[in-house]
């Protein structure tokens, strides 16, 4: 006889498992929602914010000049300026976060970025010492300063240009590698900072050195302080920009609060259809990428986002970039974002490299612009269940507007966007992280079939011994019926032995004639 007891563990041991494995297989999303969750949201010492702060990803930067090939035409209105594209210079970005700080009261945490930017000589077609033509990038954002200046301190300005004779530099030449990330100085720039900076607060300038790129290399402080949210409180606000230089606005856009990603995430899971955006403190502002279609990235399923015309377009045409253009800032036609304020007053403006998908009139203005999908569309890719990143090709240019002044070396010129620089921003997934992201969907089935059998063996667990029983019962039953069945009857008493027939014997019949005889 089976104990009691063990028939109940048994059972009760097959309910759990069953109602368990059911509801795992019901419910596998949301648990895997919750798990990766509980894994993702940034707290100290955790696993995924070691790899926040370093991050393990291939980062490496290709950078073209652009070489300005007849300066000497400047105020030529019939010759348009020539550029003449040079690179990629190639540097590999190692990126680390730094100064980290965490505030339990608001689930965020504050960190400062820095980023060492070591060159690739093999990987790249030009060399540092490449020589480089540009417009007088001080000098045009000086001009551009003047124009909100007093007459006095303009007249100042212009007899202090004329003094160290600097006003007649339409065009530098420098190294490419000062142009970039090493710098260069001039006599203006060591003047003004002689100047006590209450007394010209206009020339006040926080560097040493001017460059494109400088003083990115190693430093802390181009980035700014960084303010984004941990995922504790709101998990769609992990990774999303909180405050940057201690503001939740900028200082050229106090209209737009900040918002977009930071870099590393996105609301998860991702959404077919729903478009992603970034901050971005090269160019001070949020940029949105629109979402275009599905692909498969060595083996995994990825999600593209893509630059669009609508995402670079002006607040006319797109009304969400409106607040970043009010007051007095300078409106132009779509493809170009103003981003002066972000250069200390320069009218430096942003666009996909060669004016692509901007309006015609930069690259009729300009020779040697030659816009091109593949080379210049930018282009996000990520994983959607983790919002990881696969790869990224950030492309995006730097140009300068030099205008016809009333005065100046620039007084005879041509309104012109004059392209700079443009960077090849390039971010793809390690083949360590992307073995883990491809294990993903392999751990999915693996739980759906586990959580099957799960089901039928509780199943089996929970209905055993009720079949046992049931099996035994009914086979005692046929038992006793084949018992009855097979039993050996009582032999029939034979027709002699009959008490009816005792004493009457057998008398056959006589024949008619015979009985009258």
Same mark, same amino acid.
């Given at each position: ?22 509801? +795992? ?16 949201? *940034? ?19 290709? @950078? ?9 035409? &400047? ?5 348009? =300026? ?32 820095? +980023? ?5 000589? !093999? ?22 300063? /003047? ?5 006095? *301190? ?16 339409? %065009?530098?030449?420098?190294? #490419? ?11 203006? @720039? ?5 100047? =006590? ?15 494109? !790129?400088?003083?990115?290399?190693? %430093? ?41 990603? !930071? ?19 090269? &160019? ?28 670079? !377009? ?7 970039? %409106? ?22 007053? #320069? ?40 919002? /990881? ?6 492309? &995006?240019?730097?140009? @300068? ?11 005879? %010129? ?8 443009? #960077? ?41 011994? =009720?079949?046992? /029983? ?29 008490? *009816? ?6 008398? =056959? #019949? ?8």
């Amino acid at each position: 006889m089976i104990g009691k007891q063990r028939i109940l563990r048994t059972s009760v041991a097959g309910l759990l498992l069953f109602s368990f494995s059911l509801c +795992s297989v019901l419910y596998l999303e949301s648990i895997e929602r919750w798990v990766l969750e509980w894994f993702m949201v *940034l707290r100290p010492n955790a696993l995924i914010t070691s790899l926040w702060e370093s991050p393990s990803m291939d980062i490496h930067v290709d @950078l073209y000049m652009f070489n300005w090939t007849n300066s000497e035409h &400047i105020n030529n209105h019939t010759v348009k =300026p020539h550029f003449q594209e040079f690179g990629p210079y190639r540097f590999k970005e190692t990126m680390q976060k730094v100064n980290v700080v965490w505030h339990n009261e608001n689930s965020t945490v504050s960190y400062k970025r820095r +980023s060492r930017f070591d060159f690739d000589e !093999a990987a790249s077609a030009g060399r540092l010492t490449d020589p480089m033509v540009a417009p007088n990038l001080l000098i045009v954002g000086i001009y551009q300063k /003047m124009l909100n200046w007093s007459p006095m *301190l303009r007249t100042l300005m212009l007899m202090t240009l004329n003094l160290y004779g600097k006003e007649k530099e339409t %065009s530098m030449v420098r190294p #490419a590698g000062d142009w970039m990330f090493n710098g260069f100085d001039t006599p203006l @720039l060591k003047m003004s900072k002689m100047l =006590p900076s209450n007394l010209m607060p206009e020339l006040d300038f926080p560097y040493e050195k001017i460059g494109y !790129a400088y003083p990115r290399n190693g %430093s802390m402080e181009i980035y700014g302080h960084h303010n984004v949210h941990t995922g504790r409180q709101d998990f769609n606000k992990l990774g999303q920009i909180a405050r940057w230089r201690y503001n939740n606005v900028t200082d050229s856009s106090p209209r737009c609060r900040l918002k977009g990603s !930071a870099g590393e995430f996105h609301p998860i899971p991702l959404v077919k259809g729903r478009n992603i955006s970034y901050f971005l403190p090269d &160019i001070c502002r949020e940029l949105e990428v629109d979402y275009v279609g599905t692909t498969i990235f060595e083996g995994v399923l990825g999600y593209v986002y893509k630059g669009s015309a609508r995402n670079v !377009a002006n607040g006319t045409d797109n009304p969400q970039n %409106s607040c970043y253009c009010q007051d007095n800032c300078q409106e132009v036609r779509s493809g170009l974002l103003n981003i002066s304020s972000c250069w200390y007053g #320069a009218p430096v403006f942003a666009s996909y490299p060669h004016f692509y998908q901007a309006d015609s009139y930069y690259v009729d203005h300009v020779d040697g612009m030659k816009p091109d999908k593949e080379r210049h569309e930018l282009v996000v890719i990520l994983e959607p269940k983790t919002g /990881m990143i696969l790869e990224i090709k950030a492309r &995006i240019m730097a140009s @300068l507007l030099v205008e016809p002044r009333t005065s100046g070396i620039y007084r005879k %010129s041509r309104r012109t966007f004059f392209p700079l620089i443009w #960077a090849d921003y390039n971010v793809r997934i390690t083949p360590d992280l992307l073995t883990y992201v491809k294990l993903i969907p392999i751990v999915e089935i693996m739980g759906k079939v586990c959580g099957c059998l799960g089901v039928a063996m509780g199943l089996v667990l929970l209905l055993w011994y =009720p079949r046992q /029983m049931l099996w035994q019962k009914h086979l005692m039953q046929k038992i006793e019926i084949n018992s009855l069945d097979t039993r050996s009857p009582e032999p029939l008493k034979g027709v002699e032995e009959s008490p *009816l027939l005792i004493g009457l014997q057998y008398v =056959p #019949a006589i024949k008619e004639g015979a009985r009258a005889s």
